[in-house]
């Protein structure tokens, strides 16, 4: 091994999983989360979204301020995530042990997974569609050997897949910059193909799904941020999150809603064939072969996530021995389990897409204003790292505030949601409008703020103190020789 610079050991691949990062492992910039952030949304599944709008009869300037106020609106709450990595320096779903105990963490856990899965699944669907523009080869062959380099990329881990979106991120903007620019000048002026104007039950679908697609993102931002030094800046991080990751949602999501708008019955990688080619011949081709890489780095990226709360769940049960081994076993599962999913999927998936976005929206609604009413309400950040590690420890193995917030929020938010296969009796009443996601955030967080205020954090602030000394303890004590139980590889 080498010694880089700041003094770290240089592994290739990664050791760490859901086990707390010592200081001395700390590294990266709070710009990085920027390009990370940009290039993980700048995927044609984001696309497909903008799609949306002129479906539900929304004109395409309406359809774009849904988009800017849903996105910007969505990202808020998955920014202020992205502070809780170097504050706590663990990954997204291990926080949760605090708000919902070591085993009712599973709670949150299952919605979780399911999003991650459901965004590989369409990942492999449409990077499977461009790679057939130009090579043979069905879905039985792309599918599997696309998940293959996924999981290569997702074993080597967090410092590899920071870099590919680095190096993504300006070959993205290039390409994308170009073609978005002659789709504005040749389909701006030319008639939309479907009679659109504003109604209010569209904008709000279309501002939900926009929303709920960034929210998604925020379990697990932090797992992204938590190599961060701990000592950085809460501002800059979460800036530099939000700006990366809006950018990227409201460029392609506008974009789709241009496409959407102007042409019959678009599909993300048949429409930036058509118009790309009638630029220049190629150009099309080109463009949905450069947006491969970007989905095959973000499908590395939710498998990587998935493992870590698959593994923070079975740990909740059973203690888990973090490392490579368990790295690969988690990752692998997932995959299999995402290949399989993709090959019953049916061949209209739109439909199941915009269902699966607002579902996301749903469950992680109440789970997102828990969370972030614990970190930054009720606890302020200080959280007694070692004791999450420990299933008799002070946050329990079922913490029935967090979960009591977290179901009655859900059970809120019934009656006001709008699917194509349910619509509950509030928003039949509003003529079909969908506002469950601002009842769940209410709801969610109001009651955990007020089932949490008669809290007395003597003992935890005494336990935080133990727990950091412990810490400091373990980080001085060479990795080879340190006993195996929780806390990862540390306790």
Not at 317 to 327: A, L, S, Y
Request: hydrophobic share 50%.
């Amino acid at each position: 091994m080498s010694a880089p610079r700041d003094g770290r050991q240089h592994r290739v691949i990664e050791t760490r999983s859901i086990d707390h990062v010592p200081a001395s492992e700390r590294h990266g910039k709070p710009w990085h989360q920027g390009p990370f952030w940009f290039t993980g949304n700048f995927v044609l599944v984001t696309m497909v979204s903008g799609f949306l709008g002129p479906v539900v009869g929304l004109s395409l300037g309406y359809t774009v301020l849904a988009i800017v106020l849903g996105a910007g609106f969505g990202t808020f709450f998955m920014a202020f995530h992205a502070n809780q990595g170097p504050t706590m320096g663990l990954p997204q779903m291990i926080q949760c042990r605090a708000q919902f105990g070591s085993r009712g963490a599973i709670v949150p856990f299952t919605a979780t997974v399911f999003v991650y899965v459901g965004f590989i699944v369409f990942d492999l669907v449409l990077a499977t569609q461009a790679l057939q523009t130009v090579l043979p080869g069905s879905r039985w062959f792309w599918y599997p050997f696309l998940m293959i380099v996924a999981v290569v990329l997702a074993v080597i881990g967090h410092d590899l897949l920071h870099r590919v979106q680095r190096w993504l991120t300006p070959v993205l903007v290039v390409f994308f910059g170009v073609f978005t620019i002659y789709a504005a000048v040749h389909l701006g002026g030319a008639p939309a193909v479907a009679r659109t104007g504003w109604t209010l039950t569209g904008f709000l679908i279309m501002f939900s799904v926009a929303a709920g697609y960034q929210i998604s993102y925020s379990v697990y931002v932090s797992d992204y941020s938590r190599y961060l030094p701990e000592a950085t800046p809460a501002r800059r991080v979460i800036t530099w999150t939000y700006l990366g990751a809006t950018a990227s949602a409201i460029w392609l999501m506008s974009l789709g809603a241009l496409l959407g708008t102007h042409l019959n019955a678009p599909d993300a990688v048949g429409s930036l064939v058509t118009v790309g080619n009638s630029m220049v011949s190629g150009f099309g081709t080109l463009l949905v072969l450069i947006s491969v890489p970007a989905l095959l780095s973000i499908c590395a990226v939710n498998s990587y996530g998935a493992m870590l709360t698959s593994a923070s769940a079975i740990d909740g049960f059973t203690p888990v021995r973090p490392g490579v081994r368990m790295r690969v076993t988690g990752i692998t599962v997932i995959a299999m389990l995402s290949v399989i999913i993709a090959l019953a999927l049916p061949s209209d998936y739109l439909g199941s897409f915009n269902n699966f976005v607002l579902l996301m929206l749903y469950f992680l609604i109440p789970w997102t204003a828990v969370n972030l009413a614990d970190f930054y309400l009720v606890r302020r950040g200080h959280y007694a790292i070692t004791e999450m590690f420990n299933p008799n420890g002070m946050y329990g193995r079922w913490a029935w505030r967090g979960l009591t917030s977290y179901v009655v929020g859900l059970l809120a938010m019934i009656p006001f949601m709008s699917l194509s296969f349910y619509v509950g009796p509030a928003a039949r009443a509003l003529g079909g409008v969908d506002i469950a996601f601002l009842v769940g955030l209410a709801v969610g967080s109001g009651l955990y703020f007020v089932l949490t205020r008669r809290l007395d954090f003597t003992d935890e602030a005494r336990r935080i103190e133990e727990s950091k000394r412990e810490l400091d303890e373990l980080a001085s004590t060479p990795r080879t020789a340190t006993t195996t139980a929780h806390l990862g590889s540390e306790l």
